[in-house]
């Protein structure tokens, strides 16, 4: 009867250790909320997978996690991926996320007529890219990549070319994954027949990208944008100076509309008033909008405008007309 009672008691024993250690190990590794990057990387194998999340101390226990792996038959549905995760998430709950390949995503909105820096800022405060990151990506030479790029002086960097719009991007993507994501929306708007009109008119994808980006600073609607595209590109022709506002501001970094004497002598590539042509690139990234109207610019007699205060085009065909509207809108 002892004997009976003594393995009973035995049983029992061994039936909580063996639960308890189920619930203790299936328990998450701490109350810590806090997220962190864990990448699985492709080629890695269950037993390296489960070691890492021990090591990061995300699960108790690397056995425990390789047993339930093997249970469930899920040791060939690992996805490579870069995910977050929390020690404050359950084994299980780690491993649905592992097998689905289950990563948070951000939706983001870059800005017609945003300049690198403007993005970089965003993509900061977004928490998805540092701007030092940012910088030395869109430094890099994407030309054999992506066939639009060629063209570009190796010189200069991406600006011009991520091209604004709404996306959802991975929070664990890097830097150069998601400016990657911005060239391939550049390279699916600017269609092949885009591309052969560009080429038609004997211009170069480079040449539309900036003066699409001198467009979106300089003006808001589209038959506006298409009447300067005409004006610029008019005066691109008979070597007068294009004059155009936004690139002195591009210059100097400020958030106005007045310009400066001093500020007209800068001596900088982008300086429109000071040396003719084209500014030495893009000065912003322009949208759809600004690019067609760079390809398709309304011909007029008109040979000067002007931005109002409240932001409206005024344009003229002499000087004179144009010195009285001065006058009259900017006084």
């Not at 063209?151 to 604004?164: I, M, V």
Request: aromatic share 12%; glycine share 4%.
């Amino acid at each position: 009867m002892k004997r009976k009672i003594v393995i009973i008691l035995l049983f029992i024993f061994l039936f909580f250790c063996v639960f308890g250690s189920f619930f203790y190990f299936a328990s998450p590794a701490s109350e810590n909320i806090e997220e962190q990057l864990f990448e699985v990387k492709k080629g890695e194998g269950v037993l390296e997978i489960a070691t890492n999340l021990e090591e990061k101390g995300l699960i108790k226990n690397k056995y425990f996690f390789l047993a339930l792996v093997f249970l469930k038959g899920k040791e060939k549905n690992l996805k490579a991926e870069r995910y977050i995760l929390s020690p404050s998430m359950s084994p299980f709950e780690i491993l649905d996320i592992l097998v689905e390949g289950r990563v948070p995503v951000e939706k983001i909105t870059i800005i017609e007529g945003w300049n690198l820096k403007e993005i970089a800022n965003y993509l900061e405060e977004k928490n998805l890219c540092q701007k030092e990151e940012f910088f030395l990506v869109v430094n890099k030479d994407f030309s054999q990549e992506f066939e639009f790029l060629k063209d570009k002086p190796k010189n200069l960097n991406l600006e011009g070319y991520l091209f604004p719009d709404t996306y959802l991007v991975k929070r664990t993507a890097t830097c150069e994954e998601i400016i990657r994501t911005f060239l391939k929306n550049f390279d699916k708007k600017l269609t092949p027949k885009l591309k052969e009109e560009i080429k038609r008119q004997n211009k170069t994808i480079f040449e539309i990208v900036t003066m699409a980006s001198l467009l979106e600073k300089e003006v808001k609607t589209k038959e506006e944008k298409e009447l300067v595209a005409g004006i610029l590109w008019k005066r691109l022709k008979v070597g007068m100076p294009l004059q155009v506002d936004a690139t002195i501001t591009y210059i100097t970094g400020k958030k106005t509309i007045k310009i400066t004497y001093d500020e007209l002598k800068i001596d900088s590539p982008y300086n429109t008033y000071k040396y003719l042509g084209l500014p030495l690139g893009p000065i912003s990234n322009p949208g759809m909008e600004s690019i067609l109207s760079a390809i398709y610019p309304k011909d007029s007699d008109y040979w000067y405008y002007l931005t109002t205060k409240d932001g409206k085009a005024i344009f003229s065909k002499t000087l004179k007309e144009h010195r009285l509207a001065k006058a009259k809108y900017l006084k």
